[in-house]
């Protein structure tokens, strides 16, 4: 009680004498409610909670770096990685260790596959209910999920892209091949990120994605989304203060409308190219993700043409940063690892057949070392280190312990794959860890290992799961194929900095300079 004293002691002896009576009973009422909650807390066995503050709860314990604050918060208060935390108005169960992961993802799953409303989001996607990933469980999103599993992200359909994936490819090794031959150096994350966003964008679009600079327009959009989405939004923590968060919602208004003018581009498009073709006058092309959902709409009960703009911008966001910062980090992390680099390069040239222009992907099967250098990645580095929030739709009990509805669930996917339970030298880089005969050879990112969920499990799972890896592994081997590495003159390994700026996804606080070298034998 001793920090509320103090600042009732501050306020009252700097606020005039007419405002003193109304924070005096201001402060007893707080008082008041806090002892009603706690002495109805007891009665439930709830979750551990670090000491929290009126009004804010414990705001003031999330640092710039939530993952890594709530990590350490939920080591120190609650070992057994469930923990009740505060924020604002909103009760949110952290959850860091595979044992308590796996009851709220597998085991209550049922309980928790919704989400809880976002502003933000309903603002950009149409509706609370529009799109996938932040829409709430029901009939509209097991519709639309089924949708993208079965027509976009089957794995017959991510390897019908594979062609597309390697023309994608040679145009990045061309365009670091023009630096390597004037000696310049490449950011590899803004490089990644361009590569990325082209794939899914050619993916979404086909043929249309370059007119008019439209993927550069996409990219743009996308930034948007993730610095509004993975923002502060007053409502979410204070819902009965929402007119205070109106300069955000307008950013988000306005973001829509910008998205909204592209995407109806993009459908009105494909529906005149779908004309001329059905009237013999149009080029047949590969059906892209757009294609398949105009043609299938009808199939799917409910499913509108706003819908459809709430799909295609769901994959963009979801599509674009994270495989561009899964490459960014795996680069950073072999420049500062030379050995690791060469047997990734080892690896990868003696599985490529001589004279071979690409790495194509069925050359990947035989690399091991390259799925566990992305594995170890991904364990390190998951590029959303707190997975989207679930949501408790009734009250259950879990691990003994007392869930009221309506409580958050955030799944610390970056505690859980560094859990010292879990994982030998769980700070270190070692891809090793994930071959045969390491200590955790067995363990799989599809949801089935609760100690590594960089995709989420349950039925919450990304279902772009598959397209992702492919889009990750056809180019890191080709970076590994084509040149060889080397940081500028002046800058060592050690220099190399792997520290974090914390948004909807994670990335990089400085940029990853790298000199390419061809490869002699290219």
């Not at 502003?119 to 469980?137: D, E, Q, T």
């Not at 000696?183 to 082209?198: K, P």
């Not at 739709?393 to 010292?420: E, F, H």
Request: proline share 6%.
């Amino acid at each position: 009680m001793a920090p509320y004293v103090e600042v009732m002691y501050q306020l009252m002896h700097e606020t005039p004498l007419q405002l003193q009576a109304l924070l005096l009973l201001f402060f007893i009422l707080l008082l008041h409610l806090a002892t009603i909650t706690s002495s109805r807390n007891k009665a439930k066995r709830l979750p551990p909670s670090p000491p929290g503050l009126p009004v804010i709860g414990h705001l003031h314990l999330v640092g710039d770096l939530p993952h890594v604050s709530l990590c350490n918060l939920s080591r120190t208060h609650a070992p057994d990685g469930l923990m009740l935390l505060r924020l604002g108005a909103v009760p949110n169960l952290v959850v860091s260790s595979p044992r308590a992961a796996e009851a709220i993802m597998r085991t209550h799953d049922h309980l928790f596959a919704s989400r809880p409303p976002s502003n933000i989001a309903a603002v950009l996607l149409y509706g609370p209910s529009s799109g996938i990933g932040f829409s709430p469980y029901g009939e509209h999103w097991r519709q639309a999920r089924k949708l993208v599993t079965t027509h976009l992200f089957s794995v017959k359909k991510v390897q019908s892209y594979r062609v597309a994936r390697l023309h994608e490819v040679k145009q990045v090794m061309a365009r670091i091949s023009e630096a390597a031959a004037s000696n310049a150096a490449v950011d590899l994350g803004e490089t990644m990120n361009a590569y990325a966003n082209d794939m899914v964008c050619r993916a979404v679009s086909g043929k249309f994605f370059r007119a008019e600079g439209r993927n550069k327009l996409f990219r743009e959009l996308v930034e948007a989304n993730t610095a509004l989405l993975g923002g502060f939004n007053l409502k979410d923590y204070f819902p009965r203060l929402a007119i205070l968060n109106r300069f955000v919602s307008n950013k988000a208004e306005q973001a829509h409308r910008r998205w909204d003018e592209l995407l109806e581009t993009i459908i009105s498009d494909h529906e005149k190219n779908s004309m001329h073709q059905e009237n013999g006058t149009g080029e047949q092309e590969d059906t892209d993700f757009t294609d398949v959902l105009l043609s299938v709409q009808q199939e799917f009960r409910g499913i509108t043409r706003d819908h459809i703009k709430a799909i295609l911008m769901d994959i963009f966001a979801a599509g674009t940063e994270t495989s561009a910062l899964v490459l960014e980090s795996a680069m950073a992390e072999l420049i500062r690892n030379p050995q690791l680099m060469i047997k990734l390069q080892s690896e990868v040239r003696n599985n490529t057949p001589r004279g071979q222009e690409l790495v194509e992907e069925e050359n990947l099967s035989g690399m091991k070392y390259l799925k566990a250098v992305v594995k170890e990645t991904l364990r390190l580095y998951p590029p959303v280190p707190l997975l989207l929030p679930h949501l408790a739709m009734a009250d259950c009990k879990v691990d003994g312990y007392t869930i009221p509805a309506g409580t958050r669930a955030i799944i610390n996917s970056w505690a859980l794959g560094r859990y010292p339970g879990s994982w030998e030298k769980p700070e270190e880089f070692v891809p090793e860890r994930f071959l045969e005969g390491g200590a955790t050879a067995a363990v799989d990112l599809r949801g089935k290992d609760f100690q590594f969920v960089p995709f989420g499990a349950g039925r919450r799972i990304c279902p772009g799961l598959n397209f992702g890896l492919a889009t990750v592994e056809i180019m890191l081997a080709n970076l590994a194929y084509f040149f060889d590495w080397e940081l500028p003159a002046g800058v060592k390994k050690e220099d190399v900095d792997m520290a974090e700026v914390f948004g909807l996804t994670v990335r990089r606080k400085e940029k990853l300079m790298l000199l390419p070298r061809t490869h002699i034998a290219v």
